[in-house]
């Protein structure tokens, strides 16, 4: 579990989201809480909420969460759609889109099919994939 901090009206379990960071947070006593321990760019899910409440200066009161990273929606090759397969992330497009180059990935990145969804096309199967 990953430790953070997030926008109080926000934090809900569930909640996915991509890690960002602004130059103000640098200059934030709690960055080494709030973003020094996330992968800027990364999707990540909330798991735990604490009851720590914290002021920020960009956000107003936020709050101490623990996350893990998220799985991510993927399409694959049919024959690399096996459940426990490990691969290098390559886009399909070099557009943000949503099954062919998802925010959240980045080129190269080791990445675990989860789960083995439905067909795409003939080709190309969906999966769920999280990065190891």
Excluded: H
């Amino acid at each position: 579990m990953i430790y953070t901090l997030m926008g109080k009206d926000l934090a809900k379990k569930g909640v996915q989201f991509i890690a960002q960071s602004s130059e103000e947070c640098k200059k934030c006593r709690y960055y080494p809480t709030c973003i020094k321990n996330l992968d800027i760019g990364r999707r990540y899910i909330v798991k735990e909420i604490k009851n720590k409440v914290f002021k920020c200066k960009l956000s107003g009161e936020v709050v101490l969460i623990g996350v893990e990273p998220a799985e991510i929606p993927l399409i694959v090759e049919k024959k690399k759609a096996i459940e426990g397969l490990m691969l290098k992330f390559k886009p399909l497009s070099e557009k943000k889109e949503e099954l062919l180059n998802p925010q959240g990935l980045k080129e190269g990145d080791k990445i675990k099919i989860t789960k083995v969804l439905e067909d795409y096309n003939k080709k190309m199967k969906k999966v769920m994939v999280r990065t190891v």
